[in-house]
């Protein structure tokens, strides 16, 4: 799994970093099918209306084979954002896995059900 993290308007430290791949290896232990992780932290000082909060996101594109999942978690402390951000993630992939075990046993349970109604024809036609 290839993962990159990056900082838009914030440095990211090695305690950022360290979080972050902490959170990912969780989602991995999940789903090992993962291609790339693409992670944006920023910070967004335009919150200085409202208080002089700034608002920290952590943003995450994560590919798989055939598909993209984007994530993104808002907070105002950088920490509780990618907390947010790995357990929306976590809740994709689960939804992801889920979707493909369920495609499985459909496509199983249509071939058994023609193969039944072609088995009665044959017997109806002797």
Same mark, same amino acid.
């Given at each position: =799994?290839?993962?990159?993290?990056?900082?838009?308007?914030?440095?990211?430290? @090695?305690?950022? #970093?360290?979080?972050?791949?902490?959170?990912?290896?969780?989602?991995?232990?999940?789903?090992?099918?993962?291609?790339?992780?693409?992670?944006?932290?920023?910070?967004?000082?335009?919150? %200085?209306?409202?208080?002089?909060?700034?608002?920290?996101?952590?943003?995450?594109? =994560?590919?798989?084979?055939?598909?993209?999942?984007?994530?993104?978690?808002?907070?105002? @402390?950088?920490?509780?954002?990618? #907390?947010?951000?790995?357990?929306?993630?976590?809740?994709?992939?689960?939804?992801?896995?889920?979707?493909?075990?369920?495609?499985?046993?459909? %496509?199983?349970?249509?071939? #058994?059900?023609? #193969?039944?109604?072609?088995?009665?024809? %044959?017997?109806? %036609? =002797?």
């Amino acid at each position: =799994m290839n993962v990159s993290i990056s900082g838009h308007h914030i440095s990211v430290t @090695d305690a950022m #970093n360290t979080a972050v791949r902490e959170k990912l290896e969780k989602i991995e232990r999940h789903f090992d099918q993962i291609q790339s992780i693409q992670v944006i932290l920023s910070l967004d000082n335009s919150g %200085a209306s409202d208080g002089g909060r700034k608002s920290h996101k952590a943003e995450a594109i =994560m590919r798989v084979s055939g598909q993209e999942m984007f994530v993104q978690a808002q907070d105002d @402390d950088m920490y509780k954002a990618i #907390n947010e951000m790995s357990d929306k993630l976590e809740r994709q992939v689960r939804k992801y896995k889920t979707r493909q075990q369920d495609r499985k046993t459909r %496509a199983t349970g249509r071939d #058994n059900s023609y #193969n039944n109604s072609e088995a009665a024809d %044959a017997a109806s %036609a =002797m």
